[in-house]
């Protein structure tokens, strides 16, 4: 018989147990085990790109045992529990989807053959998020109020926080419009910034003026509706096979002392042809 989500529970309050528990899995808190949860998403992220489905499924189990063990933990405090994670994640999913669960019950459904536009769908979404933004706010009533980026992680990627930092500042109107010169010029700018940087031999105004540039890059991708974080992970991916065979020619060559930049160059343009060619032809 094949283990089951409580099996998987059992196995982590075993693991915590004071004890007879697992002596890594005890001296860990929440600021320990983030690290570790950001590592697994990261590695489901590169098993779905490589289409390895085996190791994605490993993955996958990794990536779970990370949310098992946050329950855990905030069972021991006191403050939620793998049912109340479940229980808020399932409450706010039929809230969000009124076109599946119309009535707002776990068993409504809509009538077969009426589907519902897509832009109204898109509109609802956005407004049962600002209702439940307001709610928040309420909340705080008697603390800090939020802002508006406050939402926005600080832990997160680089790129990644500065994509969503921007679609939020965007949900308000504060945004480069999308024509020329709009994002196009800022990225100009920005570029011509961080030549007269180089030039000046300022490191320190050059780190600023380097992130103004990958920040306003960010803002093109997304205006094109594309991730960045998935962009980078792809041309990553692609300097990683072609730097193969520019490996490959060193060892022929002897190593890479024996190998000039002129001849580097000259294996990672066929690199770049052999891979296109074989994109090409799947």
């Not at 705080?140 to 930092?165: F, H, M, N």
Request: one cysteine or more; aromatic letters at 8%.
């Amino acid at each position: 018989m094949a283990y089951q989500i409580d099996d998987l529970t059992y196995v982590m309050t075993r693991l915590r147990n004071p004890e007879t528990g697992c002596p890594w899995d005890l001296k860990h808190d929440f600021a320990s085990i983030l690290p570790h949860t950001l590592e697994e998403a990261y590695e489901v992220a590169d098993a779905i790109e490589r289409q390895d489905w085996p190791h994605l499924e490993e993955e996958l189990g990794d990536l779970l045992f990370q949310v098992i063990f946050y329950g855990q933990m905030g069972d021991e405090k006191g403050v939620f529990n793998l049912h109340s994670i479940i229980d808020r994640l399932v409450a706010k999913l039929i809230r969000r989807h009124p076109h599946v669960f119309p009535d707002g019950s776990i068993h409504s459904e809509r009538e077969p053959g009426k589907d519902p536009d897509e832009a109204w769908i898109n509109q609802r979404w956005e407004e049962i998020k600002a209702e439940e933004q307001l709610l928040k706010l309420q909340q705080q009533s008697q603390k800090q109020p939020l802002q508006l980026l406050d939402e926005v992680p600080g832990t997160l990627p680089a790129i990644t926080r500065a994509y969503k930092l921007q679609k939020k500042a965007s949900s308000v109107g504060f945004d480069w419009p999308e024509k020329s010169p709009g994002v196009i010029g800022k990225i100009q700018e920005e570029l011509d910034e961080v030549i007269a940087e180089v030039e000046a031999g300022n490191n320190e105004l050059l780190e600023k003026e380097i992130g103004d540039l990958l920040f306003a890059v960010v803002n093109l991708a997304r205006h094109h509706k594309i991730n960045p974080d998935t962009a980078l992970r792809g041309t990553n991916q692609r300097f990683q096979q072609r730097f193969a065979y520019v490996e490959q020619a060193a060892q022929e060559a002897g190593g890479f002392e024996y190998l000039s930049l002129e001849e580097m160059d000259a294996a990672w343009q066929s690199a770049k042809a052999a891979l296109n060619a074989s994109q090409d032809n799947t």
